[in-house]
């Protein structure tokens, strides 16, 4: 994701600098983004550096979209936060704790969650996740630099993991997977009922405004009779790993 970001920014007419561990995947990546960013009349200039301190020196905004391991993710950080003094160091994470990522992180009131969607240059939404230390500021100039690059930025005020797309969607699957596991429909099935229903609903109207459009007494009549059937597995079901 990491390049698209870079060409989103670079779109936007800031400049960029990219950095990857693997040197070899940078040319394509300057490519892909370089390519975005022409798409604009004032783009700023996309490059790359093999050297990390180099790639961060100057910046204002920096961020990570790593491999999803905690550990990396924190090493990084913490290594970023030694480099910057006035940078916010951004965190592209699907579903890691923002406060455990920033937890050996110098200036961890620097360190604030960014999920974005996939690919991240159609998808509009960016998740800005408060971790336990992150400053309002750093929230609010966030949130102005993505609505500058175009892009939905919504605040996430609670570090929980997954936040809050994540917690909505997975919440969706591990029902739909429970079906075809406890053998009530086939997994084509499950897919075909939540296209041509909620599916399409979905775009136009949330959960929530569609609560309120079918009436809340009715969503509370069908909650007391559906919820205590609904999957609560606390693990990723068997048949994930049967298939
Ligand atoms: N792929 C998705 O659909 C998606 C959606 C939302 C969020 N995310 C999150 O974005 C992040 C990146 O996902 P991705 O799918 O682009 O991953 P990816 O595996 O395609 O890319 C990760 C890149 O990070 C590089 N890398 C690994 N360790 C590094 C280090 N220590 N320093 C510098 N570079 C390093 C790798 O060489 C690789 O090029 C993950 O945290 C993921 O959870 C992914």
């Known amino acids: 994701m990491g390049r698209r970001i870079a060409g989103i920014i670079a779109r936007g007419g800031a400049d960029v600098v990219l950095h990857d561990s ?3 995947l940078l040319e394509g990546a300057v490519a892909v983004a370089s390519q ?21 020196a100057n910046s204002d905004f920096i961020t990570e979209a790593i ?9 990084l950080i913490a290594a970023i936060s030694e480099l910057t003094e006035r940078a916010i160091i951004a965190t592209n994470t ?7 990522i920033a937890e050996f992180a110098t200036a961890p009131d620097r360190v604030v969650g960014t999920h ?14 408060r971790g336990e230390h992150t400053s309002t500021e750093v929230i609010d100039r966030t949130v102005a630099l993505l609505e500058h690059l175009g892009k939905l930025a919504v605040r996430v005020e609670r570090d929980v993991p997954g936040f809050v797309g994540n917690r909505l969607q997975h919440a969706l699957w591990r029902e739909a997977i429970a079906l075809v596991a406890d053998g009530v429909c086939d997994a084509e099935t499950a897919d075909l009922v939540c296209r041509n229903t909620i599916g399409l609903r ?14 809340l007494d009715l969503t509370r009549a069908i909650h ?8 609560t597995d606390t693990f990723a079901n068997p048949i994930l790993t049967t298939l």
């Open 202 to 215: 979905l775009a136009q109207m949330g959960p929530i405004e569609t609560a309120d459009y079918v009436g």
């Open 94 to 100: 699907s579903v890691l704790p923002i406060t455990s």
């Open 67 to 75: 491999i999803e391991d905690l550990g990396a993710k924190q090493q």
């Open 36 to 56: 975005m960013a022409s798409e604009s009349s004032t783009p700023g200039t996309v490059t790359s550096s093999t050297s990390l301190p180099e790639a961060v």
């Open 22 to 24: 693997n040197a070899e």
């Open 224 to 231: 007391e009779a559906v919820l205590p059937s609904l999957s």
């Open 116 to 129: 974005w969607w996939n690919p991240p240059d159609l998808i509009p939404i960016v998740e800005v996740v």
